[in-house]
């Protein structure tokens, strides 16, 4: 090879850990092609988000004419869910088969879980909308049972599918490849968003209903390509006869682990001021800002775009060192700038900064998410992978749930209050019950950051550097 040709070669060789973020999560263990594969189960759950957080609350509540309470707590129905997350990581750590898999049997039965909630929805939907036929109380029971399904699917799929590229992973690339997964997952909310977008923007019943149905289809295809020849099987492991410690003795042994309990109380904190505006930004959009049904939709494509770019920066700097704590802190500021944001966007009427907020808010949201689950990987010192993932996932989704049903009621409540003119002719605009949970959240980031302030360490993180470079090379075909 002549002096330029190889100079080229050396030089391309160096393009993939430089302009591909994630390309270092790769090890000759876990090659990246098996990564991305594996992380197909997370396109699913963000394109059942866009649906349930996105588009159905903004459908239902603007063009069904569903009150914001009703919908707010069908949207939380999956977050009841978010407390077995726990139990769930703990059951795929100690699961007994004989045919040697730990982790599969819980993200297959979470896959078949969330199709059938998917197939239903809209069926339920337009009976709940008064638009179908029979009462409206069997609607609201079979929405409630498909957000339920969609719920309890989400919550299995995510957890066991995490700790499965968990125990994937090495100690090395596990940051990396959390954030990975993650990105994915924004990946398919943005794709999703995009796609709702464009198939709803001559909204009719009978096409929301092919949607949600693709949707579900999409759901099977995904997870089962994702699944396909991921975890070897272990009989020995997965035996009868192995004694197993019981769930509440690793759950106490966990949260009796320095720091840890202050640490799921900023991430209860943190978690609700990001979610509580989930139920009311499209609606905002759309009541005070004048949007379309397709232009709301995209809201969701920028919140993923913002967090995107959130798990990007988080890769490479968890790689290099940088305190987790302190790049949580980080999203916690630009949630300080979102918000405000937001709420002045409506009062000036200016659509762009609206988008402009909505994208910080995804940006703060993703930093602190990616920042937290790393904490709580690093908190499990001999606890298996499956009940730290579940205890993070059950705090940060019993906490967004409860915040999305907060928002509805409180947005709810103040609408009301306007309406009997009770706060006077100065509080008579209708951004006045939206601008109310906005700040909220703003006070709840404050409290965050005396919640996380004590847990910031002043050294860098030492974390293992991988023992091989991944280039080009390397990257799959």
């Not at 699917?153 to 100690?171: I, S």
């Not at 002045?344 to 609206?354: K, Q, S, T």
Request: hydrophobic residues 55%; contains cysteine; charged residues 10%.
């Amino acid at each position: 090879m002549n002096p330029v040709s190889a100079a080229l070669v050396k030089g391309l060789t160096r393009i993939g850990p430089r302009w591909l973020p994630f390309a270092d999560a790769a090890s000759p263990e876990l090659p990246l092609g098996r990564i991305l594969r594996l992380s197909l189960f997370q396109v699913s759950v963000g394109m059942a988000t866009v649906l349930l957080v996105g588009t159905l609350n903004r459908v239902m509540i603007v063009e069904l004419n569903v009150p914001a309470t009703l919908v707010a707590a069908m949207v939380c129905l999956p977050f009841l869910f978010a407390p077995l997350r726990a139990l769930i990581g703990y059951k795929s750590d100690t699961h007994r088969s004989v045919l040697g898999w730990r982790r599969v049997p819980y993200v297959w039965f979470g896959s078949l879980l969330q199709f059938g909630g998917l197939a239903i929805m809209p069926f339920a939907l337009l009976v709940l909308s008064g638009g179908g036929v029979g009462p409206v109380i069997y609607g609201q029971i079979g929405a409630a049972l498909a957000f339920l399904l969609v719920g309890a699917g989400l919550h299995t799929t995510q957890t066991a599918g995490l700790a499965l590229a968990t125990d994937l992973a090495t100690p090395a690339t596990r940051a990396r490849v959390v954030a990975l997964l993650y990105v994915t997952l924004l990946v398919g909310m943005v794709a999703s968003g995009v796609i709702f977008a464009w198939l709803l923007t001559d909204f009719s019943p009978v096409r929301l209903i092919q949607v949600i149905q693709g949707a579900a289809v999409a759901t099977m295809v995904l997870n089962v390509v994702a699944l396909w020849k991921q975890e070897a099987r272990n009989p020995a492991r997965t035996a009868a006869d192995i004694e197993r410690p019981a769930f509440r003795t690793l759950f106490r042994q966990f949260i009796a682990r320095p720091r840890a309990a202050r640490f799921l109380v900023a991430v209860a904190l943190g978690t609700a001021a990001f979610n509580m505006q989930d139920i009311i930004l499209e609606p905002y959009g759309a009541q005070v800002l004048k949007l379309s049904v397709s232009g709301t939709t995209v809201l969701t494509a920028l919140l993923a775009t913002g967090a995107l770019a959130a798990f990007a920066l988080a890769a490479r700097t968890l790689a290099a060192g940088v305190d987790p704590y302190r790049l949580a802190g980080l999203g916690l500021v630009s949630g300080l700038v979102a918000f405000p944001s937001v709420i002045f966007a409506g009062a000036i009427d200016a659509p762009d900064l609206f988008r402009c907020g909505t994208v910080l808010i995804g940006f703060g949201g993703g930093l602190f998410a990616v920042s937290t689950l790393t904490i709580a990987m690093e908190l499990e010192e001999g606890v298996d992978h499956g009940l730290a993932v579940g205890i993070w996932g059950a705090v940060q989704a019993s906490s967004a749930g409860i915040a999305i049903a907060l928002g509805g009621g409180i947005k709810d409540g103040v609408e009301a209050l306007v309406g009997a003119q009770a706060l006077g002719p100065g509080l008579s605009d209708p951004s006045v019950a939206y601008s109310a949970v906005y700040h909220l959240e703003v006070a709840l980031l404050f409290a965050t950051l005396v919640a996380i302030g004590p847990l910031v360490r002043s050294a860098a993180t030492v974390r293992p550097v991988p023992s091989t470079r991944f280039g080009l090379a390397e990257f799959p075909g």
